[in-house]
């Protein structure tokens, strides 16, 4: 069974601060992807990486995936209150996603 | 267009009894993903549908869950004779194919059991 585990659990931070959170994983990921979870909802899709070594950037989130496939980083440049939530990577094996535990991000106006 | 819709959104239950949860999918979406996520903890999956066909249901934590989607496309998680650690947020995704397409997310139907 593969496991992900993120750090840090939580993070609160003042707005136009920067700030990386990380997973790894005990395996090698099939899919790697990030999702955003707010209060109330269900994740939602940031961006999909399959390929070692793989770095994307949307708009001020960049997101980097190690080159043996079994961690990766979200970075967040500049934070924002609106980028409050709970932060999830996932294994996308097909027809089952494999999620981590999270990282609670609160960016303080 | 419309987005996965779950019901109802909150549901308190008694220790003991049943319970149903409905999720409908986006129009047209081929396959169904039902997850639980306990509080503070990432989602984990429970049970996957392509069509009417229930194809993994391997995260079914006892028997006394059950799920179908008996058209293919509206979807029930019944969780009978309900216990305190049901409490979580069950969530419904919907894909449109099967694979590694996206999946999208409702919002979840908050169970608490007292």
């Known amino acids: 069974t593969q496991l992900l585990e993120q750090s840090p659990q939580f993070l609160s931070i003042q707005e136009g601060e920067n700030l990386t959170v990380y997973c790894n994983s005990s395996?090698?990921?099939?899919?790697l992807q990030w999702y955003r979870q707010e209060p109330g909802e269900g994740p939602v899709l940031l961006v999909t990486?399959?390929?070692?070594?793989e770095v994307k950037k949307l708009k001020r989130l960049t997101f980097q995936f190690g080159d043996a496939r079994k961690d990766s980083s979200l970075h967040i440049t500049a934070a924002q209150p609106g980028d409050t939530g709970l932060y999830l990577c996932c294994n996308n094996a097909g027809n089952m996603l494999t999620f981590g535990g999270g990282t609670r991000l609160m960016v303080k106006p | 267009g419309a987005g996965v819709s779950q019901s109802p959104r909150y549901k308190v239950a008694k220790r003991g009894q049943d319970v149903a949860l409905r999720c409908d999918p986006i129009?047209?979406?081929?396959?169904l993903f039902w997850y639980q996520q306990a509080l503070g903890q990432g989602p984990e999956f429970l049970t996957y549908?392509?069509?009417?066909?229930?194809?993994?249901k391997s995260g079914l934590p006892s028997d006394r869950f059950f799920a179908e989607r008996p058209e293919g496309s509206v979807s029930t998680l019944k969780i009978q004779r309900t216990q305190q650690e049901d409490s979580a947020v069950y969530l419904c995704?919907?894909?449109?194919?099967?694979?590694?397409?996206?999946?999208?997310f409702g919002p979840g139907t908050r169970l608490t059991v007292t």
């Open positions: 549908f392509q069509n009417e066909a229930q194809l993994d």
């Open positions: 395996s090698v990921f099939s899919s």
């Open positions: 990486v399959v390929t070692g070594g």
């Open positions: 995704a919907s894909s449109h194919g099967t694979g590694r397409y996206e999946q999208y």
């Open positions: 129009s047209g979406h081929v396959s």
